[in-house]
């Protein structure tokens, strides 16, 4: 009596094998299934949480420049080289290129690309390697005196404009993912899209992420 009881409480709560391995397998596809977006997810964050540091340092950078020009930066650099050594005084930078693709200091045309898959870009400007690994290269707006535009009005009495991959060399090397702009105007600094507050950039050639991201919580 007493052994037919254990038996029938045996029956009662326990698993078979099949039932076990079907459990494991839907544990299994639901995590398959899952994983990637939050692996994919908790990566972006980390690139977002990189690109407000650099963001940050640089302003604190441009601020000490300012302040040691009389709170100006008009008329301070004659060239792209010149200003990228007064920023590695700043910051401490592990290399400093007069032409970032052929010396080593951004990536060469085809190793980087827009988010809709444009990846003949070339920007053999001057720039340096940041103490924590981050690339910069100086990009298209130069203006010794602050009076540059970048296509509209939108970015007039812009100084200079600014790529950064904030993990290097490391892919995706995609603008809008580990590539992001900045723009420097005379007393302020600016993430790309912020003015004219226009992020519809961010899908296609991917600088308007730059304020997207900065700016979210």
Same mark, same amino acid.
């Given at each position: 009596m007493y052994n037919s009881e254990i038996k029938h409480h045996?029956?009662?709560?326990g698993f078979t094998? $099949?039932?076990v391995l079907i459990t494991l397998g839907i544990i299994g596809l639901v995590a398959a299934l899952t994983l990637p977006v939050m692996v994919n997810n908790y990566k972006?964050?980390?690139l977002i949480v990189a690109w407000k540091k650099e963001f940050s340092t640089m302003a604190q950078v441009f601020q000490a420049i300012q302040d040691d020009n009389n709170g100006s930066i008009k008329s301070v650099f004659n060239n792209r080289y010149e200003l990228s050594k007064a920023v590695c005084e700043e910051l401490k930078c592990t290399k400093i290129c007069q032409y970032s693709e052929q010396e080593g200091c951004w990536h060469k045309p085809g190793d980087?690309? $827009?988010?809709?898959g444009f990846n003949t870009h070339s920007r053999n400007y001057a720039g340096f390697i940041s103490v924590d690994g981050a690339i910069w290269v100086t990009n298209t707006i130069f203006s010794s005196n602050c009076s540059s535009y970048n296509s509209t009005d939108a970015y007039e009495n812009a100084c200079f404009d600014f790529f950064v991959d904030v993990n290097g060399f490391k892919k995706p090397n995609v603008i809008g993912e580990d590539i992001f702009r900045l723009v420097v105007?005379?007393?302020?600094l600016l993430p790309y899209g912020a003015y004219p507050k226009d992020i519809s950039s961010c899908k296609t050639w991917g600088d308007g992420c730059s304020a997207k991201y900065l700016y979210q919580n």
């Open positions: 045996y029956r009662k709560f094998l $099949s039932e972006q964050k980390v980087w690309s $827009s988010p809709n105007f005379d007393g302020r």
